[in-house]
């Protein structure tokens, strides 16, 4: 089984940083691709930022400039630092990863539970 362990949300006022982790545990042979989503109420989840595991990174237009996604292959773990936070930034924020099963067999495709970001202005 895969989890995905998320930390770092909060509130801050616009203009502030935060930064999210997420690591994933379990039995697992790889982690391929990770990212963040976000889905702020009565909207649709988004992609925010994604890294592969050779670090190729894909940001949304919305966070360009202002987040960066990083990885620690060794740790299997995820950040984003988040800056110039603006109001809109406001959502619950999920980690995603995919990667290969423990017994190479099949693939896993998992979420996070969610971190709340409240950005006020």
């Known amino acids: 089984q895969v989890q995905l362990v998320e930390s770092g949300g909060g509130s801050v006022q616009a203009g502030g940083s935060l930064r999210l982790s997420c690591a994933a545990s379990?039995?697992?042979?790889?982690?391929?691709?990770m990212g963040w989503y976000r889905q702020a109420p009565g909207k649709q989840r988004e992609l925010v930022a994604s890294?592969?595991?050779?670090?190729?990174?894909n940001y949304a237009d919305s966070v360009k400039g202002r987040f960066t996604i990083v990885r620690d292959n060794a740790k299997n773990t995820v950040y984003l630092q988040m800056n110039a936070l603006k109001p809109e930034d406001t959502a619950v924020y999920h980690c995603?990863?995919?990667?290969?099963?423990?017994?190479?067999?099949?693939?896993?495709?998992?979420w996070g539970q969610g971190t709340l970001v409240t950005v006020s202005s």
């Open positions: 379990g039995r697992f042979f790889r982690v391929n691709a």
């Open positions: 995603h990863a995919v990667g290969v099963r423990v017994d190479q067999s099949r693939a896993f495709d998992v």
């Open positions: 890294i592969s595991s050779g670090r190729n990174t």
